[in-house]
């Protein structure tokens, strides 16, 4: 009788330990992609605040696909103006975004879930746009205000980068003008 409730007692903790493993490994696999889906939003507005604009610098965006000159690009020293392209490439049936500085690809981004993913853009007055700069009304700024990334599955948050620098070039003295 004893032989039997110990073996007993071992067959349940044996199935709780399994139970545990298989709980343990979900929140596991939970937990590390909402870590690289935070990872990836925080790449997102690094790249997208450090937006710069000068004399002979563009801006230039569509729903697909958007490139400026960025003051914080991820593979290069912070401060370095940099040329970052921001790509949603829908091939294969899979979404994935691409990031690429100076033109190299650095590296793709699944996005999960159902639905079409998209960029817009939001002028000064908060107007949104499906392309920058807009076809009318704000033709003289050169960057947009906010550069959404727009997830349009049920449960795939969208993502909202505000640019921190001037949206338009700094006005600069010449040595005349400064006299």
């Known amino acids: 009788v004893t032989l039997v409730l110990v073996s007993l007692a071992t067959m349940l903790m044996f199935q709780m330990l399994g139970s545990y493993r298989i709980a343990r490994e979900r929140v596991q696999a939970q937990s590390a992609g909402i870590d690289r889906q935070a990872l990836f939003a925080g790449w997102f507005r690094s790249s997208v605040q450090g937006l710069f604009i000068d004399h002979g610098l563009t801006f230039a965006g569509s729903s697909g ?3 400026g000159t ?3 690009p991820l593979y290069a020293s912070a401060a370095t103006p940099m040329l970052v392209r921001w790509d949603v490439d829908a091939a294969d049936g899979a979404t994935m975004l691409v990031y690429s500085e ?3 690809e650095r590296w793709r981004h699944p996005v999960g879930g159902a639905g079409s993913v998209r960029f817009a853009y939001l002028d000064e007055e908060g107007r949104r746009h499906d392309a920058w700069p807009p076809r009318s ?3 003289d700024v050169p960057l947009p205000s906010v550069v959404l ?3 349009e599955a049920d449960d795939a948050p969208s993502i909202a980068a505000a640019v921190l620098g001037p949206l338009k070039p700094v006005p600069r003295l010449t040595g005349e003008e400064e006299a």
Do not use: C
């Open 102 to 104: 100076n033109g190299i």
């Open 149 to 151: 990334l727009l997830r």
């Open 65 to 67: 696909h958007f490139e």
């Open 70 to 72: 960025s003051l914080n």
């Open 137 to 139: 009304g704000v033709q």
